[in-house]
């Protein structure tokens, strides 16, 4: 059997690397712990990390040990490895070969580009994505319709029937923002594939579109094909399209009745899945030691790596930096491990990464590794300079010696009580973080407290539950004041290790550290190769463009100065103090990890219409979609509707229920506030139909792997005490202490 006939068996399928990622059928597996993948030989290659047998795991699936063996058909090379079936041409404007997608048997897809000598690079790092079938959309008249489709095989097919279409490698999700160009004032016909990653690819296309294209159509295909190829072999034909394409009503803002008419048919879309980290991120000694550490932990490798960058950007110091406009960038990050308590492992993430930089500097590691984050005098008196006065008899005297090495790393394991600290009217943190992020030198106004700072090189983590950072949110005046300077990480238990995971010998790899921060040591001024360059001018609009909204706007305004330090640390830990392309696609990587989870934790709130119907089903608890849209003047679109219920199921704001009405045999979904009191649950029984058998039949509406416990708030029950901190009037931080 080929990989794709074990994929359909399994639940919560997500592509990873070469592989796929699953929920393992063997046991109730709420972490995604089955890797799958091919082998030489065409073999399915089944894995679970907690520990199920592969007999265990097929059987559960109502297969054999001999549905892992490919399916013999002959067509496999010699050796058993992977042949090529088709390869499809990516050309640019001219016509020019970019690259090639190709097509394996057994099934499965990957990418390549032609060498300047000849043969092929199975890469395609510095190559420019372009539409699939470029050159000939180009050469279309404008008033051809446009048919985006989900694979090269459809778009051959439409081709060879004389039809303009199109899609972007990588099949499903993959839009990228630079192809709406070519779509501008065409008539786009999308044509989605009949299951969950084309609904929602649909989905981000017309957001893309909106706008651009002159006009849009979605056109849902008759018959139970799976895709417009099955549709075609079915007997469908160009002309037949052709008419489905004219009857199907245009993509847009639609009438009242229409809306009315479609809010209680249109399918909540699913929560939001876990962020995925691209394979990029892993590149150097820093994905090594990830690599190395993550089979022996249950903590996030995402977890991981981010502290380990934190934390090596501090331990090189302050004398690498990068200009930009005048403004000296250096390698100190702040970042915040966002997760559930004890379940999301940040601790333990942690405790890896300071036992091999332990090894690295273990000076360093005593003396500026602290925790205890009270207030902006504390975190000045750390790095201050010296100070120097007159005594009794008016001559000039060294008051204090201030502090020669200028590196600070706080780690803050209850970055709640941060968050309350900066709450203060009176309290100097918040604006200190900001100067300590910016520009290393740092004082406050405070008048018993005459110490400065210049040149301090001050990195931070925090570790956050999800319920301790919204409840923050809605305290903190001014939190997007300075949460933009923080890369804010969602992390969780990656597998369960119940003997815990075996001690690792780390000593080549800091051994590798302990160089590369040497040599860090006597850089100065970093810069970019020109194939960087050409990458950054790329990447730069788009970070620099970012449409989010609300506080999530605010949240991640500093997307360019994130990537470039992050840039900076992967080409410090290679020795490097030249910027090269593999250390930018790296960093671009991790930022858009933190620019997703980023969106799920903060990208909730800010939309006025999103709270006029969470007042609506307060105000209403158990309302129905059309009550909900009624309340508000039936001037929403449905899909405006659906999407922003989705939005509070998912933040954890509203739930819906199936309800049996009496007297009416047709189940029903009704809304309520998760909030909900006792009495106004007793105001709904009579709303709901007892079974004697089974008790009330409503039935909550269960969330989906992934993102579903951010969105409950399952995590977060321990409270932490607000530090009680007794003036000394020197600007001393008692508390901050290894």
């Known amino acids: 059997m080929e990989v794709q006939g074990i994929l359909s068996h399994l639940a919560?399928?997500?592509k990873s690397g070469d592989g796929w990622t699953a929920r393992c059928p063997a046991h109730e597996d709420q972490r995604s712990s089955l890797s799958i993948g091919t082998g030489d030989d065409g073999r399915v290659l089944v894995h679970c990390h907690a520990g199920c047998s592969t007999e265990a795991i097929v059987g559960k699936l109502g297969l054999t040990m001999r549905d892992l063996m490919p399916d013999g058909d002959g067509r496999h090379a010699g050796n058993g490895k992977p042949t090529i079936d088709t390869t499809y041409d990516y050309r640019d404007e001219q016509g020019d070969l970019l690259y090639q997608v190709v097509r394996m048997i057994p099934k499965d897809f990957r990418q390549r580009k032609p060498k300047p000598g000849g043969g092929w690079e199975w890469s395609l790092k510095g190559v420019r994505r372009v539409l699939y079938m470029l050159p000939e959309l180009l050469a279309a008249v404008l008033a051809a319709i446009v048919f985006i489709v989900e694979g090269e095989k459809d778009v051959d097919n439409l081709v060879r029937r004389g039809l303009v279409a199109t899609c972007n490698s990588g099949g499903a999700g993959k839009w990228l923002p630079d192809y709406n160009q070519y779509l501008r004032g065409r008539r786009v016909a999308i044509l989605p594939d009949k299951d969950q990653p084309g609904r929602k690819h649909v989905q981000h296309v017309l957001s893309c579109l909106q706008g651009i294209a002159a006009e849009i159509k979605v056109v849902e295909l008759p018959g139970a094909g799976k895709d417009i190829s099955d549709w075609l072999d079915a007997g469908g034909t160009a002309e037949e399209l052709l008419r489905l394409v004219e009857a199907a009503p245009l993509w847009g803002p639609s009438s009242t009745e229409a809306v009315v008419e479609d809010v209680d048919t249109q399918e909540l879309p699913e929560p939001e899945e876990w962020p995925v980290l691209d394979q990029d991120a892993y590149q150097g000694i820093a994905g090594r030691i990830v690599r190395s550490i993550e089979p022996e932990t249950e903590a996030d490798p995402v977890a991981i790596l981010a502290q380990l960058l934190v934390m090596a950007g501090?331990?090189?110091?302050?004398?690498p930096y990068f200009v930009v406009e005048g403004t000296?960038?250096?390698a100190n990050l702040f970042a915040v491990l966002v997760g559930s308590t004890a379940r999301g492992r940040k601790g333990t993430s942690e405790g890896r990464v300071r036992q091999l930089l332990r090894s690295v500097d273990d000076k360093w590691n005593l003396d500026n590794v602290k925790t205890g984050l009270v207030s902006g005098e504390g975190l000045v008196w750390n790095v201050r300079d010296e100070r120097?006065?007159?005594?009794?008899?008016?001559?000039?005297?060294?008051?204090?010696?201030g502090v020669e090495d200028k590196r600070l790393l706080v780690v803050e394991p209850e970055f709640a009580a941060v968050l309350r600290v900066c709450r203060r009217e009176t309290n100097t943190l918040s604006p200190t973080l900001r100067s300590a992020w910016d520009s290393g030198t740092l004082r406050t106004l405070a008048k018993n407290s005459p110490a400065k700072a210049t040149d301090a090189h001050i990195s931070i983590i925090g570790h956050i539950t999800v319920e301790e950072l919204r409840r923050a949110l809605a305290e903190v005046d001014g939190f997007n004041g300075f949460a933009n300077r923080f890369l804010w990480v969602a992390v969780r238990r990656s597998k369960l290790l119940p003997d815990g995971g075996r001690d690792l010998d780390l000593s080549p790899y800091a051994d590798r550290l302990a160089l590369a921060v040497e040599r860090a040591r006597s850089d100065g001024r970093m810069q970019r190769d020109e194939t960087a360059a050409a990458l950054w001018r790329q990447a730069y609009a788009k970070l620099a463009d970012d449409d989010a909204g609300g506080l999530l706007a605010a949240v991640i305004s500093r997307a360019e100065a994130q990537v470039l330090r992050l840039s900076m640390i992967y080409a410090l830990l290679d020795g490097s103090s030249t910027i090269r392309q593999e250390h930018l696609r790296?960093?671009?990587?991790?930022?858009?990890?933190?620019?997703r989870s980023a969106a799920i934790i903060f990208g909730r709130g800010g939309d006025p219409l999103e709270q006029k119907v969470l007042d609506a089903i307060r105000r209403q608890p158990g309302a129905g979609r059309r009550e909900i849209h009624r309340t508000l003047g039936n001037h929403v679109r449905a899909a405006t509707?659906?999407?922003?219920?989705?939005k509070l199921r998912d933040a954890g704001k509203a739930r819906p229920e199936i309800v049996s009405q009496i007297g009416s045999g047709?189940?029903?979904e009704r809304w309520f506030p998760c909030e909900l009191c006792e009495l106004c649950e007793q105001t709904l029984d009579a709303q709901r139909t007892y079974n004697p058998q089974g008790g009330i039949s409503s039935q909550s509406s269960q969330g989906s792997q992934g993102w579903s416990e951010f969105a409950g708030f399952s995590g977060g029950d321990q409270q932490v005490e607000e530090p009680v901190v007794e003036d000394q009037g020197n600007g001393e931080w008692e508390e901050l202490t290894l």
């Open 586 to 595: 790296a960093a671009l990587a991790v930022w858009w990890y933190c620019r």
């Open 666 to 668: 047709r189940p029903t």
């Open 388 to 401: 120097w006065g007159k005594n009794k008899k008016g001559e000039e005297e060294l008051l204090d010696e």
């Open 12 to 14: 919560g399928v997500r």
């Open 641 to 646: 509707l659906v999407g922003i219920l989705a």
């Open 314 to 319: 501090n331990l090189v110091g302050r004398q």
């Open 328 to 330: 000296s960038h250096h």
